[in-house]
């Protein structure tokens, strides 16, 4: 059975081979760039002042917004390629952290006002070591500002390829392409009510739930994609605010 840390180091390593054109890619997609990332940027709000933690931070496309936001922000993830990238993006305006979201945080307890989570918890089969992680070191009254993938798009395409899977089960799904580059990662899906188990047990308050629209730039430079289309609105990503008493 392998643990959170060889789960995260083996997600990392799939992202170190390929972390040039995985940001490249982030930068332009309607995924990343036009929905995820707005999504992230509204939840938070005002950040000017606050002591932010990006937690699987990537390539930095959330630090960037934190900085420029005012905040004071610290990022960590598990690949060394993606944090020199990160880097590259915000210099000395944040700080950053090579470290595994599986295991301990290097950090104190009580130091943060928010911690970003930006789909990064779907490569972990246990999300109590994370989440208890992400509790310790927020301040009483500091909040969680979550994006996971869509549970119940997850497992409809799933059906729709023709793999029998079962919604409630927390199961492993393998991809060895990645936007046309080759990879080797392992996500973890797991139901909605799990999700909401898990985000309890470890002491959190859902306080907010959505499934917004991407940003209206994406209807613009995506047109082909809206087309036909009453509701901007589609189900990839879930994001939530977890909020610690």
Not at 62 to 91: C, H, K, Y
Request: contains cysteine; charged residues 25%; hydrophobic residues 40%.
């Amino acid at each position: 059975m392998t643990t959170p840390k060889d789960q995260s180091s083996t997600s990392a390593a799939a992202y170190d081979s390929i972390a040039e054109a995985y940001a490249d890619l982030n930068a332009t997609s309607i995924l990343n760039e036009y929905y995820n990332r707005p999504a992230i940027r509204e939840l938070l709000g005002t950040v000017n002042g606050r002591r932010v933690l990006d937690a699987g931070c990537g390539s930095g496309p959330t630090l960037v917004d934190l900085v420029e936001g005012g905040a004071v922000a610290v990022g960590f993830d598990g690949s060394s390629a993606l944090i020199d990238i990160a880097r590259g993006r915000v210099g000395s305006r944040a700080e950053l952290h090579v470290a595994d979201l599986g295991e301990p945080f290097p950090f104190k307890d009580d130091s943060f006002d928010d911690v970003v989570c930006s789909l990064a918890l779907h490569y972990l089969e246990d999300w109590h070591g994370p989440l208890s992680e992400m509790w310790r070191v927020l301040k009483p009254g500091g909040r969680v500002i979550l994006s996971v993938e869509h549970p119940l798009a997850i497992w409809f395409s799933q059906l729709q390829e023709g793999n029998e899977t079962n919604y409630f089960a927390t199961r492993a799904r393998h991809d060895s392409e990645l936007a046309g580059m080759e990879v080797d990662l392992t996500f973890w899906d797991r139901s909605l009510s799990t999700m909401f188990t898990t985000f309890t047990e470890c002491g959190f308050r859902v306080t907010h739930l959505d499934e917004p629209a991407p940003s209206p730039e994406a209807v613009e430079r995506f047109p082909d994609f809206f087309k036909g289309r009453d509701d901007p609105r589609f189900l990839a990503f879930l994001f939530a605010v977890l909020e610690r008493d």
